[in-house]
């Protein structure tokens, strides 16, 4: 992913931290290990996750911190999007579990999975961002290069507090705006995302999200990097627990039109249509390769990231009327029934 600073802030090119391959594998990267005692109570609070995209043809390495025994683990949302299964192996007791998804915020990058079947893990603590100084050491561990096994940590210093950023995915063109971001100067890796940013007490004071390189092209970041502040990870968390969705989060499973959605902007304005996965609403509804959907209820579709977000207020199964523009640009609608999809 690229990113950029919103607003007036410099410009600044920044990957986020995940690990992807389709039909290939990445090679490990290089890292600068920080070892101490400390950091290794806290790597055996965390996970590996481990993904499958688009039924298999490709993968998604990322990390996760253990909220509780019982196996509530948090994440960015960027790890576990798309994902048509998820595995997670416990650091600490070296087991492998099948995660579903409890709940999301693709906005702002936070989501919340179930290790089914597990307890007595060991759970990260989680601090206050509202006291990270800038200027203060902070240490950020996890599954760098996405290879597994003992988390990599690295040393960093703040740079700043409640930054905000734009990011942009090179995979499927989607963007996305966070905010409340502590900036460092520190070494982040692809596979680092979802993972802890702790201080001097071994508290989590934010999640590892970006940083200030195209890692796709470049391999490891040079020097800057992102996190959500924990503060702000919480309250999404609690939302998530407490069963109460809104417009920006999710519960549970994502409805699922059954589209592939080309990357870029074209026109006219829409999501413009790659192809319709068989026995899918989309589908069944007749839309094909070089189709734009225009509508999706009461909702006007300007992009691929407006439908993403227009998605997340639905529940599979739900009728809805979609709205498209065929290759020569006449009009249909549709009501559909809404299949059952991966994460947004």
Known sequence: MATTFAAAVSVVIVAVLISRTYGRSAPPLPVTVVSDPLVARVDTELVDINTSIDGGSGEAAGTGMVLTPSGLVLTNNHVIAQATSIEAVDVGDGQTYTARVLGYDERRDVALIQLEGASGLAAVTLGDSARVPVGGRVVTIGNAGGIGGTPAARSGTVLA????????????????????????????????????????????????????????????????????????????????????????????????????????????????????????AAANAGLSAGDVITGLGARRITSANALTEALVGYRPGQRVTLTWLDSAGVSHSALITLGTGPAA
Do not use: C, W, Y
């Open 161 to 280: 507090l409640n930054r905000a950023i734009v990011v942009s995915d090179e995979f499927d063109g989607s963007s996305e705006h966070l905010t409340q971001l502590i900036q460092i100067h520190g070494d982040l890796q692809p596979g680092d995302s979802g993972g802890p940013m702790i201080n001097g007490a071994g508290a989590v004071i934010g999640m590892d999200t970006a940083a200030s390189t195209d890692f796709a092209l470049s391999g490891p970041t040079t020097g800057q990097g992102f996190a959500i502040e924990i503060d702000a990870v919480k309250r999404i968390a609690a939302q998530i627990r407490a069963g109460e969705a809104s417009s920006a989060v999710h519960l549970g499973p994502t409805a699922f039109i059954g589209v592939g959605i080309e990357s870029g902007s074209g026109s006219p304005a829409g999501a413009a249509v790659s192809g319709a996965l068989p026995r899918t």
